[in-house]
């Protein structure tokens, strides 16, 4: 059992940073991939960025390339979602999901994790 607790949400003006903490309790996170999705109101879930368990690979969806950054540092069983330049459109709940994973394999798909944290609200203004 993985429990994960996000943090690091808030309100932001259009342009601004934030960087959003997905910290691991109940065991190590070693071994774990993750990743993060985020859900707007009256929209699906959808995936954001993944990172293998070595952090050796990451993906992202084309939307936040170049300006979103995910990273991990497994002795401290924490994965860090930088997000840099927000837009309006970024608003939504931030979710962060763990699975076992193969080496450098990263999950594109909701359905493919198995733990999921409680989120944190992301706002940005206009």
């Known amino acids: 059992q993985v429990d994960l607790v996000e943090s690091g949400g808030g309100l932001v003006q259009s342009g601004g940073s934030l960087r959003l903490s997905c910290a691991a309790s109940?065991?190590?996170?070693?071994?774990?991939?993750v990743g993060w999705f985020r859900q707007a109101p009256g929209k699906e879930r959808e995936f954001v960025a993944a990172?293998?368990?070595?952090?050796?690979?990451?993906y992202y969806t084309d939307s936040v390339k170049g300006r979103f950054t995910i990273s991990r540092d497994n002795a401290k069983n924490t994965v860090l979602l930088q997000m840099n330049n927000l837009k309006p459109e970024d608003t939504a709940v931030y979710y962060c999901a763990a699975r076992t994973g193969f080496y450098n394999a990263v999950y594109r798909s909701s359905n493919e994790y198995d733990y999921w944290g409680q989120g944190t609200q992301v706002t940005v203004s206009s």
């Open positions: 109940g065991r190590t996170f070693v071994n774990y991939a």
């Open positions: 990172i293998s368990w070595t952090g050796g690979n990451t």
